[in-house]
């Protein structure tokens, strides 16, 4: 007998339960979208390795998978090539294409080659798998979905506000408590700036962001062990010590701030956003917060990660402006903005509150016992019956034992079982069974019918 | 400027109209499958390549997109190897993983690995991409959906009755006419006993196929042609100018295959679900057609294959059973029958003969005008009032000329546009206009809800 077979390390198979589970979280988060008025789009899983290469840094581009040229990919490379060169090298001489790493650049290429047809702002939404040759560990696979939307042709913060509010409607139909995190990448500027490190930014957030855990002398030590000035860590004190509501923090900020234009705006587009949002009723906290820092190199403007309440997670939801992501496909000065729901860990979520709606996985309704012969064929029009009634039904395909078939109907949660043997038959009726209390009762198929559209 | 970025050849990006109309598709066949108790799964886009090499012929073998190995994927590969060994050979050995060329081997590569978790028989649908580095060409794409319907583990002829079922409605829910075409693999087999010629079934069925256009004189010229003796030709004169209703046909080939078992065991097969399914009321015709002959290798039983009536254009369904599907895997003896919905060639049928329900491309209803600052915070609320009445609504998000947001709604199809300048937001009204008539009325936010949601 031959081995067992499997599928490559850091994919999954998903069977009907999965499957139904993640559908609700993907057409949730649709609807949503939708009712926003994103338009959904799709690109090829496959892009060329010159629109990907080079977008997600050197360590990303180790991460593509690359698509091995087809036919004779080697008769370019001779021998002596192919001992010179290296890995990489010889890669890019093989291969032509790679599997799409994440929306966002396949998004970027997608405007740019399209935008004569494109009528701006364009709002797009995208639910696609990307692949990522990671090293697979719990909670992260080589083969994801992401859920992204954007708009891009629009400087306008009512884009950061309309986002908030659909991260805050879809947090609110899935029934998980969320922390919505905002930050604007022009406030980190501005306190770069304003203690002369522009470079260290990121190890400034980080060392910040332990505040409640290490208290302040020991964050202290970070900034300087960094290699911060004493004044420069001086200058932070009232940053590291950034408190209250949203409104005291934007306060203390605009007076730290005071000098740096750059700073000073980034706090104007956080007080507006929030601003705004006070009249929309959100479900969820939204909180300012400096230490929130992704993604750096590519956000220009506002800042967004959300965070369950309820569960130990990271991120499950992240987002941002940013200003030139056309740039790398030759079409500058197009700003943008966007979010990215994590479908994976708002799975893990959900798993773990048990938080899907009973209706979630509800399969066939009704199952027909097949006893064979002409009772089965009944059965089939009696099925088609229900059917047209929207009813999801089966006919057992084998008359096999009574025990195997309800089995079957145990197996996969059918609700009501009919039994139609030869007197049945001949009296135009159906012998229903309710699996669940076990009860069976003589109904005529429109009888059956009505009891399981009442459901 | 940098080249303008492409794809790569044989893929298709797909914009929101494209898009509203594939999901019209999938969301079909996807509901009819549902309401017959198939279950949906998903595999990745990725097979190991033991899993898909040798399962597709030679050809396939080189129409595989394989995926070059992470890292030093050259590391075990010394120049002298490089340079004895061919391309398919080095392939091997650079790749272990490629992307799925059709669903039909990752599913039986499913059942096999999750056999303990399975309940059979077990009846599942996919609908994913597969890839396949085929000769671009107009309607031939490197990357399509298939949108497959399986059951496995039982050998019922009832499957393919609902199978044929299915077929029905789905083209019923689309209006499109079809004809069902049916065989039987054990008649073909028949009829090559009967004449001698076992392997030369694929010639006569591709001889007798051009009966129409050539005549009957130029067919058996034909059969001459390919090696057939006067006698096997003679042998096949009932069978070339076999006609009549289904039940004629049918009663014809079994005088003709009188004296092979598995001839007649065929004709029994295609009378069985032809019998059954003249209780089920179909829409469409089926036909028992001798000369269809799809996948030969393949299948073992009953074949189908759905033909568009109005429409120029080669199969747009097919299927049928096969009996060792698994054993590939080594788990033979089981039994499985299967249909595949052509969606490329169906989204061309349903443009062609414009069947798309109006409400497929219904994307936004409802746009407000941005007159910017405390005009727009305003509309953002009512906007928001709107989106909870499950309204698809969007706030221009920039406060631009009135001409370019109308250009938008236009662009966008949206039939709504309201207005709401200082003197509304006074008075707590909405200046509403129609854009498809081009009246416009002034009515509270409520009132605009209730008429929107009277369309």
Same mark, same amino acid.
């Given at each position: 007998?031959?081995?067992?077979? !499997?599928?490559?390390?850091? *994919?999954? =198979?998903?069977?009907?339960?999965?499957?139904?589970?993640?559908?609700?979280?993907?057409?949730?988060?649709?609807? +949503?979208?939708?009712?926003?008025? #994103?338009?959904?789009?799709?690109?090829?899983?496959?892009?060329? $390795?010159? *629109?990907?290469?080079?977008?997600?840094?050197?360590?990303? =581009?180790?991460? $593509? #998978?690359?698509?091995?040229?087809?036919? /004779?990919?080697?008769?370019?490379?001779?021998?002596?090539?192919?001992?010179?060169?290296?890995?990489?090298?010889?890669?890019?001489?093989?291969?032509?294409?790679?599997?799409?790493?994440?929306? *966002?650049?396949?998004?970027?290429?997608?405007?740019?080659?399209?935008?004569?047809?494109?009528?701006?702002?364009?709002?797009?939404?995208?639910?696609?798998?990307?692949?990522?040759? =990671?090293?697979?560990?719990?909670?992260?696979?080589?083969?994801?979905?992401?859920?992204?939307?954007?708009?891009?042709?629009?400087?306008?913060?009512?884009?950061?506000?309309?986002?908030?509010?659909?991260? /805050?409607?879809?947090? %609110?139909?899935?029934?998980?408590?969320?922390?919505?995190? &905002?930050?604007?990448?022009?406030?980190?500027?501005?306190?770069?700036?304003?203690?002369?490190?522009?470079?260290?930014?990121?190890?400034?957030?980080?060392?910040?962001?332990?505040?409640?855990? &290490?208290?302040?002398?020991?964050?202290?030590?970070?900034?300087?062990?960094?290699?911060?000035?004493?004044?420069?860590?001086?200058?932070?004190?009232?940053?590291?010590?950034?408190?209250?509501?949203?409104?005291?923090?934007?306060? *203390?900020?605009?007076?730290?701030?005071? =000098? !740096?234009? %750059?700073?000073?705006?980034?706090? /104007? @587009?956080?007080?507006?956003?929030?601003? %705004? $949002?006070?009249?929309?009723?959100?479900?969820?906290?939204?909180?300012?917060?400096?230490?929130?820092?992704?993604?750096?190199?590519?956000?220009?403007?506002?800042?967004? @990660?959300?965070?369950?309440?309820?569960?130990?997670?990271? !991120?499950?939801?992240?987002?941002?402006?940013?200003?030139?992501? %056309?740039?790398? #496909?030759?079409?500058?000065?197009? !700003?943008?903005?966007?979010?990215?729901?994590?479908?994976?860990?708002?799975?893990?979520?959900?798993?773990?509150?048990?938080?899907?709606?009973?209706?979630?996985?509800?399969?066939?309704?009704? $199952?027909?016992?097949? #006893?064979?012969?002409?009772?089965?064929?009944?059965?089939?029009?009696?099925?088609?019956?229900?059917?047209?009634?929207?009813?999801?039904?089966?006919?057992?395909?084998?008359?096999?034992?009574?025990?195997?078939?309800?089995?079957?109907?145990?197996?996969?949660?059918?609700?009501?079982?009919?039994?139609?043997?030869?007197?049945?038959?001949?009296?135009?009726? +159906?012998?229903?069974?309710?699996?669940?209390?076990?009860?069976?009762?003589?109904?005529?198929? /429109? @009888?059956?019918?009505?009891?399981?559209?009442?459901?």
């Amino acid at each position: 007998m031959a081995q067992k077979p !499997s599928i490559p390390k850091g *994919t999954r =198979d998903f069977g009907a339960v999965e499957m139904a589970r993640r559908n609700y979280i993907f057409d949730t988060i649709r609807q +949503v979208y939708s009712l926003y008025g #994103f338009r959904q789009i799709e690109t090829p899983a496959m892009e060329n $390795l010159s *629109t990907l290469m080079g977008k997600y840094g050197e360590e990303g =581009d180790k991460l $593509l #998978f690359k698509i091995l040229n087809s036919g /004779d990919f080697n008769r370019e490379v001779s021998a002596a090539e192919y001992t010179e060169k290296n890995a990489a090298q010889l890669a890019a001489r093989f291969c032509e294409k790679g599997l799409r790493y994440d929306l *966002t650049v396949p998004f970027a290429r997608y405007v740019v080659q399209h935008r004569e047809e494109l009528q701006m702002p364009f709002k797009r939404y995208q639910i696609q798998p990307v692949w990522r040759a =990671d090293r697979p560990q719990k909670g992260r696979y080589r083969e994801f979905y992401q859920c992204d939307a954007d708009v891009v042709g629009s400087d306008s913060l009512l884009n950061e506000v309309e986002l908030m509010q659909i991260v /805050d409607e879809v947090f %609110t139909r899935f029934g998980i408590r969320v922390c919505i995190k &905002i930050n604007n990448r022009k406030i980190l500027t501005g306190i770069a700036e304003m203690i002369g490190e522009a470079d260290k930014i990121v190890d400034i957030t980080v060392a910040i962001d332990k505040l409640d855990k &290490i208290g302040l002398e020991k964050v202290n030590e970070e900034l300087r062990a960094v290699g911060l000035s004493d004044e420069a860590v001086q200058k932070l004190q009232p940053i590291i010590a950034l408190s209250g509501s949203n409104s005291e923090k934007l306060e *203390t900020m605009r007076q730290a701030l005071a =000098d !740096s234009p %750059t700073g000073l705006k980034g706090v /104007d @587009e956080v007080a507006f956003v929030l601003q %705004t $949002l006070q009249h929309s009723n959100l479900h969820n906290e939204v909180e300012l917060d400096l230490t929130l820092a992704r993604g750096l190199n590519y956000y220009t403007g506002c800042i967004f @990660e959300v965070k369950a309440l309820d569960v130990q997670i990271g !991120s499950i939801t992240g987002g941002g402006r940013y200003d030139n992501l %056309t740039g790398i #496909f030759g079409m500058p000065g197009l !700003s943008g903005v966007g979010i990215s729901f994590g479908a994976d860990r708002i799975y893990d979520v959900l798993n773990q509150l048990n938080l899907y709606p009973a209706a979630t996985e509800s399969g066939v309704q009704l $199952l027909f016992i097949n #006893f064979g012969g002409a009772e089965a064929a009944h059965c089939l029009q009696l099925a088609a019956t229900a059917r047209q009634a929207g009813i999801a039904t089966e006919v057992y395909p084998d008359a096999v034992k009574m025990k195997k078939q309800m089995a079957y109907a145990n197996a996969h949660h059918v609700p009501y079982v009919a039994l139609v043997g030869e007197s049945e038959m001949a009296e135009g009726r +159906v012998a229903l069974k309710d699996m669940n209390s076990g009860e069976q009762c003589s109904l005529t198929i /429109d @009888e059956v019918i009505a009891r399981l559209a009442a459901r």
